[in-house]
């Protein structure tokens, strides 16, 4: 079957890997969530100020507040990844140390997420 396409046309939009809107899209779109989330746990921590542990447990006993901390913490994590794989990706020198940097980046990002979201759950339902 005959290609009636340009080379150009084939690849136009397309980045080496193919997938460059893609994770520019991402990124954008975890920045845009992390600013309202961002805005509220600014707000959440100045009304806790001077609050004992018990207040905080308190607050974040209230099911919406849990939601919107997990919530925050695997967008912030997501977006820390994505940021991350770029800053590797643009300036690890060889395939060997890209590849180490992609996986050690990945491997924090799901790490922090997974702590951070265990910690919140044990605060909020007390273990």
């Known amino acids: 079957m005959p290609r009636y396409r340009t080379p150009m046309s084939r690849v136009r939009g397309l980045g080496a890997a193919h997938e460059g809107v893609g994770h520019w899209l991402a990124q954008r ?3 845009v969530a992390l600013v309202p989330l961002s805005l509220w746990l600014v707000v959440s921590v100045v009304s806790l100020e001077g609050a004992d542990h018990a207040a905080f447990k308190a607050w974040l006993g209230i099911f919406g507040n849990a939601v919107l901390l997990v919530l925050f913490i695997l967008v912030a994590c997501h ?6 794989q770029v800053v590797v990706e643009d300036y690890a020198s060889g395939e060997t140390s890209k590849m180490i940097g992609l996986v050690v980046t990945r491997f924090v990002a799901v790490l922090a997420a997974t702590g951070g979201v265990l910690a919140v759950a044990r605060v909020a339902f007390g273990a």
Do not use: E, I, R, V
């Open 29 to 31: 779109l975890s920045a």
């Open 79 to 84: 977006h820390m990844a994505l940021g991350l």
